[in-house]
């Protein structure tokens, strides 16, 4: 049996990727982290879909990331902002990457060798650890310091956000992730607060994929 561990954060991407695991491998395990973030909708909204989709589902804790790393998603004095030239202030260092090798330990421990994440370059607002070139580091060094053969899949790394739309709708999850997901900077399910960066971000691309779904018929 091929097991996939997925990154699970209970919002659009995580979400479509779970669905796209699912597709995939004969079995499926969610891993969500604990690190003090801003809104813990995130993690009830992650369990909710976890428990609906009948999906082993872990939460472990990262607290110390929140020490080391104040930023909009873990600060409530911290605005989410996006400035010319600057990474956005949701930007957390490391996050990526020591959340894929925490999942790494659990999927040798599981017996799982993939590893699904949700990252994209196409529409990564510039964070360093959602690149291409990042990703295929790490699996080198993921394989080399566990001497496991891990495989790490990014079904939406080359994909803008209507891709990403359109990939929940060919795995006809669309009104699902409209509907139960939760991307909003403010901690609101589904259509969100509509004026944050992740909700604009979000809210472009359905309209994106709609219209070019409307103009194929």
Not at 53 to 62: A, F, G, P, R, S
């Amino acid at each position: 049996m091929e097991k996939a561990v997925v990154v699970f954060s209970g919002g659009q991407d995580s979400t479509t990727c779970l669905f796209w695991a699912m597709e995939k491998f004969d079995e499926v395990i969610a891993v969500s982290f604990d690190y003090n973030q801003r809104h813990k909708k995130e993690l009830e909204c992650a369990a909710e879909i976890a428990k609906e989709q009948n999906i082993e589902h872990h939460i472990l804790d990262m607290s110390l990331l929140n020490q080391l790393a104040p930023n909009a998603l873990t600060r409530d004095d911290i605005d989410v902002e996006e400035k010319e030239g600057e990474l956005p202030s949701t930007a957390v260092d490391g996050r990526n990457m020591l959340f894929l090798t925490f999942a790494a330990v659990l999927a040798k421990q599981k017996g799982a060798r993939h590893i699904v994440t949700g990252v994209c370059q196409t529409d990564f607002s510039g964070y360093p650890d959602c690149r291409d070139v990042f990703i295929k580091s790490l699996d080198v060094t993921l394989n080399l310091s566990m001497d496991y053969p891990y495989v790490i899949h990014t079904p939406l790394m080359w994909m803008d956000k209507a891709d990403a739309w359109q990939l929940a709708d060919k795995l006809g999850k669309l009104d699902y992730v409209i509907e139960k997901t939760l991307t909003c900077y403010n901690g609101i399910i589904g259509t969100g607060c509509k004026t944050c960066p992740a909700c604009q971000l979000r809210a472009q691309g359905l309209e994106k994929y709609l219209q070019k779904k409307e103009e194929a018929k």
